[in-house]
Every structure is written in C-alpha cells, then in structure tokens.
C-alpha cells in the first residue's frame, strides 16, 4: 500500500507527463526515498498505481544502478571506482572500508548502518578518490579524512 | 581572452540568483531571440558553428535544422542533457552548480528555435548540489515570466521540468535518454528515425548537452562571428577542459579550442606531479583512444585530435602515469563499460564483459598469449556500426589504442605472468 | 523493383522490405535471431551482418545488419563476404559463450534455431576461457518450461508476449549481462498465447512443458498437417505422434488464418487424444460380454439398421465427412444438426448473410489489417482467441500507418511502437461484461445483449436510413451510434465483429445490417461471424434440421433408433430435454472417441478417432473447407474414422462387399454432388493417389530412428508399416523429399534448418504465403447473389424484470471447450462454476463476494454457486461460465431466479 503521501507525490508527476507510466521511475525514487528500499510489495502497490504490471515495472527498476531492491543500510556508501579515482587509488579507500566496516561491496552491515556499493563516476575527477555518503559528498579522501567522515553516519 | 561560459562562476560564492543574472545581463539571449524568427536563430547558431560539446562534435544548429517546423500545433521538446557520466569527466557539474540561468536562459533560447513547449532538464542523480539550484532557478524563471504561458507577452510557451536519473551510463545516449524519461529501460533507439522527428513520447525532440546550451546564449548576444572569433583554430567557441589524474592541479579551465595537451597539462594544471612520468591521457573522457607523449603538442580541437587517431569527447583528460599499470586502468575502463551495457545487442553484451575477463586475467599474471589476439579481435569487431549503440565502440577506443601504445607493457604481464607494477 | 546485386549477381526485388527479409527470399543461408517475419526487426542481436558498398567500385564497404536495411535500387552486397562472414561467426562465439553445452538434454535440440545458425556460421572453437553465468528458472505454469541459462538475449519473447500478444508477465529484468527474462515471481504465465514462446524463442528457454512429460524428439516424431479442433478460426495445426501417443501441437503457417501463432487451448488442448477415457472397443451394451468384434458389430447393426425407424444427429465437432456419410446412412431426411434450436437458428442467419453476398467475409490475416473494428457481443479472447490476438495487431495499424509519413519502414517494429507510443487505432466492443481486449478499445459497453443489439441497429439506421430504426432511442445510444458509426465509415477497412456467443440473434441481424449499411457496390464491408465449434459452419451448411426437431420426431414416435456422432447432447440442451430425448429412444447408437454422459446412454457404442487418427474436412467461421490428416495409424484398430465406420454400415446395408468400398476421396464427391454448397470442398487438398516423382509425402523426417527397434519387444523383424490409402501421405520416412504441396507439409525442415525457422523455405517470400498458395477453400460467394434486404429483429431496450435474472453464458478459453479440458494443464487454468453479478443486484440480494447463490432455472437444474461481484454486468443480467464441468445440460439462452443459499 502506498501512503497518501506518497500518492500524493507520484500523482503530482503524473501531472507532468503525457503518460501515466512515464512518471514510473519517479515514482519508485519516492518510494524509495520514503522506505529506503523497494520491496516487491512496494513494486506491486506502484505498478497498481501506474496501471502497469509488476513485471513491467520491476523490469524498469531492475534496469536502473540505483533502486535498491534489496534492503540496505540507515546510509548508504557509493564509492567510486572509475577511471580517476583508479588512477587517485580509490582501492585504498576500499581496502579502509572493508576493515572499518568488515562489508564488502552489496553489503550491508549487520547493524544496518551501512551499505557499501560501488559506482562508476561521480562527475568530481578533478577532487579523486571520491564517494557518496546519502546525498553528501566528499572528494580527495584519505583514509584518514574517512574515519572522521564515517563517524557522521549512526 | 573571453570565457563567457564561465565569466559569472566563482565556486566559491554561490551561483547567481535570478535578479544578480539579470544585473550581469542574463537573459538578455530571450529577450533578444523573441524579436527573431526561430529560423534565424538556427540559422544564427549554425552558422556560429557550435559543435555539440557531449562529445559527438555534430554542428548544433544543423541538428536543430531537422526538426519539423510546419505544424505549430505539434508538440515538441528540448532536453539538456546533464546526465555527465563518463568517466573522467566533470565539466556539466560547473556550469550546473555555478551558473544554473545560464542553462536555463540557452534552453529557452534553444526551445524557442525549435519552437518546443515542453523541456526537460535530465540530470545526473549525483548532482545533489545542482538540483538543488536548478529547481530553484527553474521556479525563479517561472516567476519572472522567462518560463510558462506566454512568455514576455511574445504568445510563446515553455513549461521546463528537473528530472534525476537514477544511474546508468546508457542514460548520456541521447535515444536511451528519451526512454528514460518516457519511464522505460534506458536502451538506446536505431537512427533513423532521428529524435528530431520521432523522439520523447515519439514527438519531434532536440537534446542538446549543457555546455552546447550554455552557449546559446553568448551566441545569440554576440552574433555567429563573434563566436568563432573565440578561437584562432579550427573550432569555434571556448571549450571546457578539464584534467583529472596524477598532475600536480586538477581541474577544469575554459579555454579557447586552439589550446595543445601540452599547455592543458603544463600550463594549467601545473605538469604531472613530482616523481610522475606522463605516460598517455584519454583526452576526451573514458570513451576515447589514447594520445602519448608525441601528442602532446596537438589542438584540443574536435578535427585535430581525431586526426591524431582519438576523439575530443568531453575534453576532459584522464592522465596515465607511469606508476599505474596500462592494463589494470584499461581494465578499470572495459569494467565500467562492462556494467554499464544495456544487455540489448550481442556484441557489447557478450563482448565487454569478455575483455574484462581477459583484461583481468592478464593483470593478474594469468594471461596467454593469445588472449592479445581475442581482445584485438573485439576491437575490430566491437566497432562502430557492428553495434547497436555507439557504447561498446566507445570502449573500444581505450582498449585498442591501450595495446597499440603500450604493447609491451601488456606482453610483459604475459611473459612474466604478474603485473610489473603491483 | 528495385535492382540489388548480392555478391556481383543481380537480382530483382520487392522495394521497401528489409535486407534480411530479401535475402532469405532469395534463398540465402543468412543467419538471424532477433528478427522475426511477424514482429519485424530491432536490431539487437547483430547476427545478420553483411557487407554493404558504396557502389560497384567500393571494395571496402562496411558491415550493416540487413534486417535494419530498407532494400533500395542499385545497392551492392555481399553475404559471402570474409570479414561478414567472421563477423557472424564472432556473434555466435559471443551467444556462445554464456550458452550452456546441453543440447544433449534439451527439449529443442533438433529442433534448435541457435544450433542450426550455429552450424550455420560455422561457429566450433570455443575460446571463452571463463565461468558461464547461471540463473535460477521459474515455475510458469502447466504450459511453458523455463531453463534461462540457454538464453541468447534476443528479446523475442518479451517482444511477442507483451508488444504483440498484450501479456502483462512476462519481462526482461536487470541489464548488461545479467538480463532475465521471466516473471516478477514464479507463477502461471496468464496470455493465452503463452505456448508461442516455444516457437518463438530460438532456443531451448521456453519450451512446451506438454511435450517435456513424454518427450520425443522432432526428428523422430510422425507428424501430419492437421486443423486445430477447438474453435471455429480453423488454426492450421502440425500434430505430431510417437508409439501411439500424440506428443505436441506446433503452429502450421497459413497465411490467411492462423500465420505463425496459435492460442495457448490450440496448442496444448490435445491431450484428449491420449486420455484414458477414450472408448476402445465396440460395445453392444445388450450382449454378455458388451465388449464385441467388428463382425458381430456389422451383423448388429444391419439387422438394426433394417428393421428400426432411424434417425441420425450430426455434430459441429465432427469433420463433414463423418457427418455426411451419416446422412447417407440414414436418409437425408432423417439426419439432423446436433445442436439445439436455438444455436439452429442462429447458425441459419449467419449462413444466410454470409451467402447474400453483400459482405465481406474477412480472412483471419485481414481482420489484423482492419483499421476500425466494431465487436458486438463477443469475448473474443475467450471465443476465438486466436482472432483477439489479430485485432490487437489491427489497432498497431492507423498509427504505424502514420510513421510512413516520416518514413519509418513498416518492418521496423522499434521504431514504429517509439513513434505510436500508446496511440491505438479504433476498436469498439459492447458486451455484457468486462473482456480483455477492453484494455486496446477505444470505448467498451458493458449492456445486455437486447441492448447491444439495440446499438448495432442504431449504428445501421445512422449509415443508412433505410435500415429499420430503434422507435425509442435513449440519447447515449443514439450518441454512442453516431459515433461509432462516424468512425467506421471514415475507416478504410472498417471491420464487424460478432457471433453466437450470447445466443442472441438480433445481434447478427444488426451486425449484418450494419455491414450491409457499409458496404457499397465496389467495396463490401467485412463482417466476421464467431460460430461456436470448430466444424460449426460445415454442419449449419448441411441445412438440417435441429435437435428440437428430432425430438419431436422421436417423441411422436415416427422414429425409435439415433445414431448419434461424435456428440455429447448434454451440452446442447437442458439436462432433463435430453434425458427425455434419450427415452424415448429405443436403440441408441454413439460413435464417439471419449465417454461422456451421452455415450453412457449407448446401447452400441461406436469408438471412433479423434482428429489425430482420422482424416477429415472441416469449414472454419469464414467459409474456408480445411482438411486434417490422420498423424499416426493408432495400433488399436477399432479406431476409425467415424465416416468409415458409418460409410460401411451403409454399404453392407446396400449389399457392397469388403472389396468393393469406396474411398474417402469418393465420398467427398459425392457430398459436393449432393449438396453443391461445398462445392471446391474436395479439391482443398491433392487426391490420395496424388504422387510427386512416384512418391508419397512422408509423415517422418528422414532422421526418423528407432523404428526397428520400438517393436522388437514384439517382433525382433521390423513389421511393414502400416499404409495410408486415404490421403498422399505416408506414415514412413520414405517418399518425396522435396516441398510437398502446402495443404500436405506435414513438418518443416529444410538443409540445415531443423527448427520451425525452416519455414522460411516454404513461403514464396518470406512472411508471405506458402508455394502455391495458402491452403484452405473458401465456400462463401463474393457476388451479391440476393436482394440486400436489412433485417428487422429490435426488440425493446433490456429492462431488468424483478426476481428474475437473464443468464449470459460466459465462454473461457480454457474450460468452456469439451475436449481442451482433458489436457490437465488446461483443466488447471478453467475456473471453477461461478456466477457473476453487479454489485447493486449483489447488495440487493445481500451477497458477498463469494457466498452461495441458489440459481433456479426454469424448468430446468438449480445449480449451487458462489458468487462472483462485478462492476460490469448490467443490472439483471447474472453471467455463467459457458459449458465449463459441472455446469453443462442448459438450455441457452436463460432466465433463472437467484436466491441466496440457506446454509
């Protein structure tokens, strides 16, 4: 089920397109901003809305790097590992986070605090090795600066 | 030296608003465009000859030139592409974050052109910072009647939506992006029919990258003559450039187009830093051939680099030294481009991740001699035309001129079965 | 046409189509995947590759995929060309790579298009050094079994079953090379079109679960052009048999009806043929033992035959042979139609449009091209569902048509739905409930079938004034009329759609006055008829009376013997009118393959073959006479054509020795000299001593193994195969190996195509029509032949009438059919009894969703069900699931009084 929040949402970006399925992945960004996961529950309750099936809904939020269809952690660690930040060693910074976190990446901690995934390019090359903790950004990392950094996170 | 795009972005202080815009003499683009035909402003920006600054370098104006200009009644639209992915590259992110109406401003300019009614800004979901700015900077627009029903009284409409990815590569493709914002899987559409005749929701669409928008503007203000005057060479206009990787100042400069490697790396970014050795550079982003040493004093112009066998992309370098390895950096690339296939044609599907396995194998001292052979065979095959997309063609260029330029790097993996530099 | 050269060779082609579709046209080994002649292209698995030059100089050129190509004039190209040909071997390395090296285990090995194109390319070495990835398969139900690590990503089935066949459950999942295709969860795979994805993927994914429970391979299977039995569209059908078990259905290509796609009750609805429940022996229920031999049978019958009053009831599921040679046996005047009154009556009105002349009776593949479509009373999916799946193509028409004007190719299937988007051509349905073509109609009315009715005939009096006109016409109706009727006369091929479905006769007259309206002098407007079985039409051109008529003749007593045919009287008429029928009978003689409730009745029963083990000629809903031929020669050889049964009663009746029979090719002339209506009905297929180089058709490919060695439990020798004197056919791998005539292939295999792919080798051009045309003759007259008089059949608007419920029957696809249902699967998907009403009557009688209603039916059963709430149905109307197990023996149309249960 859909809370009247979210449909208030999602039909609010209905408003904006010409067809009803278009605001589909808008509609799985709330949801997923709302429960921190789409569930197939929630894929169910949204194709329902949108007058789509769940396979065709799902096969949309399967598609996208960023709908997490599995449960993850209170924040999320995106941690880039393309080219720059190859050259800049973000490996380094992977290494850190696996002995911090003792999760490697598509993992979650067992508190939940954390997931760790990894992803290509955060447009900030200039700034390498860089990652993504929930919406904040923080360029040229060190092992050091994490520590501080993750400590933000509960 | 001009640098118009960049003349109102400091990083430091926060973008402009819209009324300081209009103080420094924004929107003065619309103004001006509305006392035109949507004609002369395609023809103006042809003749300019702006050149698509995502990376495909195809002349803007022409592009705008096959939309259908006889049915008013049609609905078109405008998309900026700010989906910035490609590894490597960040230049977008400037001009979202530092000057959000100067987007705006180039769209409606550009929308006008082709008279379309509905755009969009697809953005990168990463830009946290960007939406941000540019929701408000849309909403301010609206307010000040540059966005909405009929706009300075001229009868023109424009209705401008932010829309966030939510990541994949294939999303920079302009097609893949139509179906991304049509709510469907981001795989790419054949050409033809171009988008400029059946594009979003199978309507007449242009999409345009958002330092080719950002122009749009100047050129309006400041004429097609002008705009070619910005550089001496073979390219008109300025240029964002950028430099990422062991130098001794990253970042990104506005530059006229007759600006050589040599000077990005030396001059601006300060020359590779101490105890670094310059070994080659993807000059354009992570879909490019690389350039070496003997390149170094070549144009960053889109007809000079492709003469030195790469591309101008994005034109913004990626810089290999000579303490990383050539094969774990193009390993890193053919992973990316690897996971970020669509899975819709064969080659790219089946063929990208092969080379990753390869690349993998040969980086860690499992490679044979014959696997040079196989990754040779799908640069060759994997080439532009054999695939559905231009993605798998784009990876290719890393890869081929990886094993051209540093051949024996790669051999040695072979021969001594371990990575020399781990 | 445009001049092409291939390889420094011109050749002369049809412009406008793609290169791949040309190539094969021409005959060139050119390997593809993701193609397909009905779904057109999309470029995605790039197998098709060859070289295109500039001009004749180039001698570079580049590599396109021809299937993305329009052919145009003076283009030079290569198929043969190195770097093409390394190209398409490379693709297959990379599909190759994933692909797992089962085919030793895989239901399509044989039969495998991956395996031919493999072959094809050349493709051997493996180079591929790493892990393969695997996927978890899923359940998808008693049809289709999933096996998704052979999948080559071509995108198929996700393209016919959602973009061509409107299914909803079946997508692809993730990306790069972790695409999935499957459901959201395990489960039932809902499109009744499910069963093409084993024709449609290339490889082994999805494959026929039916055939998984006794699997033969293709090569070793005995197959025979047969016509599908389970509704009135005549799908042509390929039925394939080993050791006396039919073992699968495929699609047989015809171009005019059923092309490459049949419906999920077609494919998998043949296990009736199997079922224990088939009658083995003759019985003579008087005689200890009943079980008898045929000598005994023929001396008890002749002697029955001789001294009785007989009359003789034909049925609309038996071939016209079976039901001719009764009429013959019987007298003219003694043989009836096997249906009730009701159904008599409607058929009589079909029959009589159709052979006025003033219509068009459309082809299946027409309908598909219909640009305006008008369907009055019928669930289509349910009815005729194969022609549900036509119209879902026929509303693509109008905005694909469109995408010419900025030149997107008719072929270029991506291109044109990106254009059309959810653009849909105009289809307009009125039916008493919700159907599942609703979903691509422009407008659906859910109105009583007086009603609808009603509407057909405002919609006529609209095109013409002349036609009779509704005295009181509300103004949504006369709105509703004028629009649709707006619409269908700007169409160019407007298409009305309707049938016997809801018993209503006044639908057909108002669906045919409106066609009559329509049509003009040069260009008569298409009407289509939905009858209800799959011989229903030849029967109603028998022009004999009714089941009510025989009744009356038994009641009277001017008759005491039935011979029934291939007819279960259950389903035709209330329980307790047949019981009395069957009273008043002295000697009831049943030929029939199953037991039913009416061969119980039996004095004699008769075992006959089904469709697999019987030639026969049946005539679909368009007029088309189709011929089936027997598959296999059944070892128990009690099992005979019920024709040959009842032609040789009469003969040893007329005294004609063993000798002296007559063929069945014979008795086709005879029936077309009897009755010139079916006149053409004999030539539909090549005679039986038809011979190609001397040869006969064989029913067996020749990689047919083990026949030597499948008797030895019996006879180490190999015993002669058993002769086929009734058709062209042989029932060995012997005889002509070459095409055979279309209405005689008995399975599609070509060199190095072993898959249903070979089938491009059979069409004159690819997609098009078999060599020598499609099968099938059309009996119905194009020339106006009478008066086109409008038919006058209003009756008042539907008003509900209190405490007292009209009773639609409700057709389901998968249970309303009488043999369809012995197939487990199938019976799994029937629903359960149930009745349906709105909600308003619903609350009235205070029901819930689910609880018990009592449904008294006049003079007839009560019946017990649970309710089934719906926001359709109009007030007073309640539906009941056509003639699915447990709720036979009513007398259609019906009224009955609904009460809530006591509990």
Redesign the interface.
Known sequence: MLSTEEIMKIDHEIA????R??????A??IVQNNRGWIS?ES?HAIAAHMDM????L???A??????FRKPVGRNII?LC????C???GYEKIYEHLQTRLHIKFGETTPDARFTLLP??????????PAL?IN?D?YRDLTTDKLDDILKEYK | METPLTQHININRPSLNLKDYVRVGGYQAVHRAITMSPQEITKMVQESDLKGRGGAGFNTGIKWSFVPMNDNAQTKYLVANADEMEPGTFKDRLLLEGNPHQLIEGMIVSAYAIQANISYVFLRWAYKKAARLIRQAINEAYAAGYLGKNILGTGFNLEMHLHTGIGRYMCGEETALLNALEGKRATPRTKPPFPQVSGLFGKPTIVNNVETLCNIPHIVNNGADWFKSLSPGADAGTKLYGVSGKVNKTGLWELPMNTTMRQLIEEHAGGMKNGYKFKGALPGGASTDFLVEEHLDIKMDYKSVAAAGSRLGTGTMIILDDHTCPVGFVHNLEHFFAQESCGWCTPCREGLPWTEKILLSIENGEGRPEDLELLRMHTKFLGPGNTFCALAPGAMEPLQSGLKYFSEDFEKHINEKRCPWR | MAAIYIDGKAYEVTPGKNLLETCLTLGFNLPYFCWHPAMGSVGACRQCAIKLFKDEQDTNGRLVMSCMESVRDNMYLSVNDPIAKAFRSQVIEWLMTNHPHDCAVCDEGGSCHLQDMTVMTGHTYRRFQYKKRTYKNQYLGPFINHEMNRCIQCYRCVRFYKDYAGGKDLDVFAAHDHVYFGRAQDGILENEFSGNLAEVCPTGVFTDKTLKEHYTRKWDMTMAPSICQHCSLGCNIIAGERYGELRQITNRFNGEVNGYFICDRGRFGYEFVNSINRIQQPLIRSKIPDATDKQSLYNHLTETLSNNKVIGIGSPRASLESNFALMQLVGKENFYQGISENEAQLMRTVLSTVNSGHIHTPTLKETESADAVLILGEDLTNSAPRLALALRQAVQKKPFENAQQINIPSWHDAALREFAQQEKGALFIAYPTQTKLDEIASDSRYISPDDIARLGFAIANYLNNTAPALGDMDDDTLTLARHIADILKKAERPLIICGTSLCSEAILKAASNIAFALGTEDKKASLCFVVPECNSMGLAMMQAPSLNRAAEVLKKGEADTVIIVENDLYRRGAKKDIDSFFNHCKQLIVLDHLHNDTTNQANVLIPVGTFAEADGTIVNNEGRAQCFFQVFMPKNENLRESWRWLDEFRQFKNGVSREDLTTPDDLMAEMVELMPQFKGAETVAPPADFRIAGQKIPREPHRYSGRTAMLANINVSEPKPPEDPDSALSYTMEGYKGMPPAPLIPFYWAPGWNSVQSLNKYQAEVGGPLHGGDPGKRLFPENAVTENAFLNNISPAFKPSPGEWLLVPLPHIFGSEELSIYTPGIAQRSPRPYIAINKHDAANLNISENDIMQMQIKDQYYYDLPAKINDELPNGLAGIPFNIPGLGGIDWPATGILTKAAI
Request: negative net charge; contains cysteine.
């Open positions: 904006l397109v010409p067809i399925k278009a605001a589909c992945i808008e799985l960004k197939d894929i099936s769940a396979e065709e799902d096969s949309v399967t598609f996208y790097n960023l709908i995106l590992d393309s080219i720059s190859y050259v800049m992803n290509p390019c955060l447009g900030t090359c200039d700034h390498a993504m919406d950004l």
